[in-house]
């Protein structure tokens, strides 16, 4: 499957296992992934008490192709007693977001432990250390998207989260995301009380080449939604495009009195692929949610 194909999530909204209440709070928020966090969310005490919660959420999901569970490192015991719990749902994940992955492998493990439990959603991973850096390619080449995870990472470093700071590893993520046709996921914005660093961060990202951004807090959705998601116009434009190449069976085409060339071709065509991807997968949920008020 290629970027052009796969249906990316822009946004993703990050959702401690605390309180079932809060988690369907949460999905009144329009966000296109929602994620019950069992890792960083939850206190060692209670990820007992976390489990318990995540599985009566997904039980409650309205749309669990677009719920996600962020579970515990894949060597730990909490990791073992997180993919039990999954495998004992009834109702499965359609995301599964792994933390403090260093190698490929350990992807390709996760999803055979998750393929015998009958459960095949996409993977991500969360790159947050320089092993996983200096691992980038053979992670990517096995995981369905990546997510920068800036706080541990830049805690690795010694170093404080900032743009200057981090900058190797995105570039490095899009890359390797650019090469394997991997979602390719911005960090968190920490800042809250400085929206000013949210949009530069999805300013930046956006030329990078990244697809979207989490967030822990939903007034955050807005703004990313209307930055990253599929822009109609645009869509419009790209499908103008095509179909101009196409008239000119291939070759050099004219639109608009400017001449577009097989690279302003391919680049149209990736980008209306990627939105009816987007649009088929989340773009229903979003009416979906809609009509049953949520």
Same mark, same amino acid.
């Given at each position: 499957m290629t970027i052009a194909t796969r249906a990316i999530p822009r946004s993703i909204l990050y959702t401690p296992a /605390?309180? !079932?209440? #809060?988690? =369907?709070?949460?999905?009144s928020y329009d966000a296109d992934i929602h994620l019950i966090d069992l890792e960083d969310g939850v206190p060692p005490q209670k990820k007992a008490a976390a489990r318990e919660i995540c599985l009566a959420a997904l039980e409650k999901a309205p749309e669990p192709a677009n719920t996600g569970v962020r579970v515990n490192e894949f060597s730990t015991i909490e990791a073992s007693r997180d993919l039990m719990m999954l495998a004992e749902s009834g109702v499965k994940p359609g995301l599964i977001v792994m933390t403090m992955v260093r190698s490929g492998p350990e992807v390709t493990l996760m999803r055979g432990v998750l393929d015998s439990a009958g459960a095949h959603p996409d993977i991500f991973v969360t790159v947050e250390t320089p092993a996983a850096v200096a691992e980038i390619d053979a992670i990517a080449a096995?995981?369905?998207? /990546? =997510? &920068?995870?800036?706080?541990? !990472?830049?805690?690795? &470093?010694?170093?404080?989260?900032s743009w200057a700071g981090l900058l190797a590893a995105r570039q490095a993520m899009a890359l390797a995301c650019a090469r394997y046709g991997t979602a390719c996921i911005d960090t968190a914005n920490f800042r809250l009380a400085e929206p000013e660093v949210l949009a530069t961060e999805i300013e930046r990202i956006r030329e990078?080449?990244?697809?979207?951004? =989490?967030? =822990?807090?939903?007034?955050? /959705?807005?703004?990313?939604? %209307?930055? &990253? %998601?599929?822009?109609?116009?645009? !869509? %419009?434009?790209? #499908? #103008?495009i095509t179909d101009a190449v196409a008239a000119a069976e291939g070759g050099i085409a004219v639109l608009d009195g400017n001449m577009v060339g097989p690279p302003f071709a391919a680049m149209a065509r990736a980008t209306v692929a990627s939105g009816d991807a987007w649009t088929a997968r989340f773009g229903q949920d979003r009416a979906g949610r809609r009509q049953a008020g949520l």
């Open positions: /605390l309180s !079932l209440d #809060r988690i =369907v709070k949460s999905w096995s995981a369905d998207g /990546l =997510v &920068l995870g800036s706080a541990d !990472l830049a805690a690795i &470093l010694g170093i404080e989260i990078m080449g990244f697809h979207g951004k =989490v967030t =822990v807090h939903p007034a955050e /959705l807005a703004a990313i939604n %209307r930055a &990253l %998601r599929p822009d109609p116009d645009g !869509l %419009r434009q790209a #499908r #103008r």
